[in-house]
């Protein structure tokens, strides 16, 4: 994310914490298309990537606005189709090809969303956010969704990055959180002398992997230098890049992760966590509800779970711990040729409104809509996070988001190959940068 992004989510994250402290395809397919099911509904197709099983928390809660929505509005039905994230991803692109996508859905913002908008497929949504959510969105975050000054997404979430893990095994192995990347790789030995897995991630689409490289970028060339790389101010064959890659090859060298790893989605390589056969788990706040409200996770590992920001790495120029990998998450999109184009921006403001509330007391996850959470009972967990954000001094959106889908996509099958030692850093980095380099020509 670059600083004129970047600086105004950080402020107004400050805003929240003083608000904090005061205080599968769905059941409904019946449907035959947008203009209308057998009873005279207009029909609204709705795509969203939080499956029962893997997203509950966000699920319910999308799955309850829906309801709503609908008894408010007899004349329509919402159809649904739930995908998880990667399944998604690959089914956006398809029906973008054809020019068949869904009524409302759900996008990345940046670089994800600009060849969505340069093919006319996303149309404007600043008449409806002017209407419905005018003042709604945390500054500077609804502004990753806009091009030439038209915003093209609804954004419904922030996104923070950390090592999870779990206090119990570290108490277990005398081991203390790490604050240098030094300290990091004594618990690795550790808890390899000790048969425990170090940490669990699913490399078979890459993107999980990413967030062990970006950290380690940042740590070692500085909060700037991805963000730097897409805006062509430094190049993706930096030494620092390179030896970001090389680190990761040493983690893999060191059995820090499962084996197998690279054959296994984010949801299989989760469970070695969720099941306590791993020790840590780097990702995403989107992973909270897990950690806090989940009626589905056991109050007894609830309570095991912790969180560390990723260490500094000696020597590096990444010397402020309070730098992180985050940034914007899902937000939603209309669809430029839909039939039922002003019902789907209606529903898609409602949701995003309702969300912000919704998401905070129900799944303790972070929105990108202001909530005054004075008087909401909320896990520890959540407000210490908000307390860090407070004092964040960069957040780095995800290399993957700030890159094209055709850099993306690359990106993640060269993860994959790195972290599985198919390819070397060099050719990791060598590959990337071409790409780069034939994207700006």
Same mark, same amino acid.
């Given at each position: 994310?670059?600083?004129?992004?970047?600086?105004?989510?950080?402020?107004?994250?400050?805003?929240?914490?003083?608000?904090?402290?005061?205080?599968?395809?769905?059941?409904?397919?019946?449907?035959?298309?947008?203009?209308?099911?057998?009873?005279?509904?207009?029909?609204?197709?709705?795509?969203?990537?939080?499956?029962?099983?893997?997203?509950?928390?966000?699920?319910?809660?999308?799955?309850?606005?829906?309801?709503?929505?609908?008894?408010?509005?007899?004349?329509?039905?919402?159809?649904?189709?739930?995908?998880?994230?990667?399944?998604?991803?690959?089914?956006?692109?398809?029906?973008?090809?054809?020019?068949?996508?869904?009524?409302?859905?759900?996008?990345?913002?940046?670089?994800?969303?600009?060849?969505?908008?340069?093919?006319?497929?996303?149309?404007?949504?600043?008449?409806?956010?002017?209407?419905?959510?005018?003042?709604?969105?945390?500054?500077?975050?609804?502004?990753?969704?806009?091009?030439?000054?038209?915003?093209?997404?609804?954004?419904?979430?922030?996104?923070?990055?950390?090592?999870?893990?779990?206090?119990?095994?570290?108490?277990?192995?005398?081991?203390?959180?790490?604050?240098?990347?030094?300290?990091?790789?004594?618990?690795?030995?550790?808890?390899?002398?000790?048969?425990?897995?170090?940490?669990?991630?699913?490399?078979?689409?890459?993107?999980?992997?990413?967030?062990?490289?970006?950290?380690?970028?940042?740590?070692?060339?500085?909060?700037?230098?991805?963000?730097?790389?897409?805006?062509?101010?430094?190049?993706?064959?930096?030494?620092?890049?390179?030896?970001?890659?090389?680190?990761?090859?040493?983690?893999?060298?060191?059995?820090?992760?499962?084996? $197998?790893?690279? *054959?296994?989605?984010?949801?299989? /390589?989760?469970?070695?966590?969720?099941? !306590? #056969? +791993?020790?840590? %788990?780097?990702?995403?706040?989107?992973?909270?509800?897990?950690?806090?409200?989940?009626?589905?996770?056991?109050?007894?590992?609830?309570?095991?779970?912790?969180?560390?920001?990723?260490?500094?790495?000696?020597?590096?120029?990444?010397?402020?711990?309070?730098?992180?990998? $985050?940034?914007? *998450?899902?937000?939603?999109?209309? /669809?430029?040729?839909?039939?039922?184009? !002003? #019902? +789907?921006?209606? %529903?898609?403001?409602?949701?995003?409104?309702?969300?912000?509330?919704?998401?905070?007391?129900?799944?303790?996850?972070?929105?990108?809509?202001?909530?005054?959470?004075?008087?909401?009972?909320?896990?520890?967990?959540?407000?210490?996070?908000?307390?860090?954000?407070?004092?964040?001094?960069?957040?780095?959106?995800?290399?993957?988001?700030?890159?094209?889908?055709?850099?993306?996509?690359?990106?993640?099958?060269?993860?994959?190959?790195?972290?599985?030692?198919?390819?070397?850093?060099?050719?990791?980095?060598?590959?990337?940068?071409?790409?780069?380099?034939?994207?700006?020509?």
């Amino acid at each position: 994310m670059n600083k004129k992004k970047a600086l105004p989510i950080i402020v107004v994250l400050v805003v929240m914490l003083s608000l904090a402290l005061s205080g599968c395809t769905s059941p409904d397919n019946s449907a035959s298309g947008s203009q209308g099911a057998s009873n005279g509904q207009t029909v609204i197709k709705f795509m969203h990537l939080w499956p029962e099983g893997s997203s509950n928390a966000q699920y319910t809660i999308v799955n309850k606005i829906i309801q709503d929505y609908e008894k408010q509005h007899p004349d329509i039905k919402i159809q649904t189709e739930i995908l998880g994230n990667d399944q998604y991803r690959e089914k956006l692109k398809v029906l973008a090809s054809s020019n068949e996508l869904p009524d409302v859905g759900m996008t990345w913002s940046d670089g994800f969303l600009k060849p969505y908008v340069e093919g006319q497929l996303f149309t404007p949504l600043d008449d409806v956010i002017d209407a419905n959510l005018k003042d709604n969105f945390i500054p500077g975050v609804k502004e990753s969704y806009a091009i030439d000054g038209k915003t093209y997404g609804m954004p419904l979430e922030l996104n923070i990055s950390y090592i999870f893990y779990n206090k119990e095994l570290f108490k277990k192995y005398n081991l203390q959180v790490p604050k240098t990347y030094s300290e990091f790789k004594n618990i690795v030995k550790t808890l390899n002398d000790n048969g425990v897995i170090p940490a669990a991630v699913g490399n078979k689409e890459g993107w999980p992997g990413s967030f062990w490289f970006m950290y380690l970028a940042d740590r070692i060339g500085g909060p700037t230098l991805l963000t730097d790389v897409i805006h062509g101010k430094r190049s993706f064959d930096d030494p620092a890049i390179v030896k970001a890659a090389e680190e990761v090859q040493s983690l893999v060298d060191m059995n820090t992760f499962e084996k $197998g790893n690279s *054959g296994l989605s984010n949801d299989e /390589a989760k469970g070695y966590f969720m099941n !306590e #056969q +791993a020790a840590m %788990f780097l990702t995403a706040t989107w992973e909270l509800p897990n950690y806090t409200t989940s009626p589905d996770v056991p109050q007894a590992f609830k309570d095991k779970i912790g969180y560390f920001k990723f260490p500094l790495y000696e020597g590096g120029k990444g010397t402020d711990i309070n730098s992180y990998v $985050g940034g914007p *998450g899902v937000g939603l999109f209309v /669809a430029e040729n839909s039939e039922v184009k !002003e #019902q +789907a921006k209606d %529903f898609a403001a409602f949701l995003v409104k309702e969300w912000g509330d919704k998401s905070v007391t129900d799944a303790g996850v972070i929105p990108a809509t202001k909530v005054d959470t004075a008087g909401k009972k909320l896990d520890p967990m959540y407000v210490e996070i908000l307390k860090d954000l407070s004092s964040a001094s960069n957040v780095t959106t995800y290399f993957d988001t700030q890159a094209s889908p055709n850099v993306a996509e690359l990106h993640h099958d060269l993860i994959a190959a790195l972290f599985g030692k198919q390819i070397t850093p060099q050719q990791f980095v060598q590959q990337t940068a071409a790409a780069l380099a034939e994207e700006s020509n």
